[in-house]
């Protein structure tokens, strides 16, 4: 299972590398989404896959008994996505603010404050 994770990590980055190199801002944005859930998912490979119970402490003893998962790349991880999910609606409302004002989503195109290049 962790090896099919694997592969499916190394898809999820050669994917997001190829829509950050676009010069359409809008790839680039879901290219850097493909990225975090990549990072999410490596993070959450990196705790090792255990098909073990949830991590709950019975009364009077001092730790879980028999083979529980861990909860701290789980927790981690769903951190991240919270995160994750706030940077993408922020990128989305300044690539919309930045389509309104510019006309366009090539970054090639948004260099408004640069003189043009000599022909």
Same mark, same amino acid.
């Given at each position: 299972?962790?090896q099919?994770?694997a592969?499916s990590?190394g898809v999820l980055v =050669?994917?997001?590398?190829?829509?950050? &190199?676009a010069?359409?801002l809008?790839?680039?944005? %879901? /290219? @850097?989404?493909?990225?975090s859930?990549?990072?999410?998912?490596?993070?959450?490979?990196?705790g090792?896959?255990?098909?073990?119970?949830?991590p709950?402490v019975?009364d009077?003893?001092?730790?879980p008994?028999?083979?529980? =998962?861990?909860a701290?790349p789980?927790? &981690?991880?769903?951190?991240a996505?919270?995160?994750? %999910? /706030? @940077?993408f609606?922020?990128a989305l409302v300044?690539?919309?603010?930045?389509?309104?004002s510019?006309g366009?989503?090539?970054t090639s195109?948004?260099?408004?404050?640069?003189?043009?290049?000599p022909?």
């Open positions: 299972m962790e099919l994770l592969i990590i =050669a994917g997001s590398v190829y829509l950050m &190199l010069r359409d809008l790839r680039f944005l %879901f /290219g @850097l989404i493909l990225m859930n990549a990072a999410n998912l490596t993070i959450f490979v990196a090792r896959l255990t098909p073990g119970a949830p709950l019975p009077g003893v001092d730790a008994v028999g083979l529980v =998962a861990n701290l789980q927790a &981690l991880v769903l951190t996505i919270v995160i994750g %999910f /706030g @940077l609606a922020f300044l690539t919309l603010r930045a389509y309104q510019l366009t989503l090539e195109d948004m260099r408004i404050a640069e003189p043009d290049e022909k």
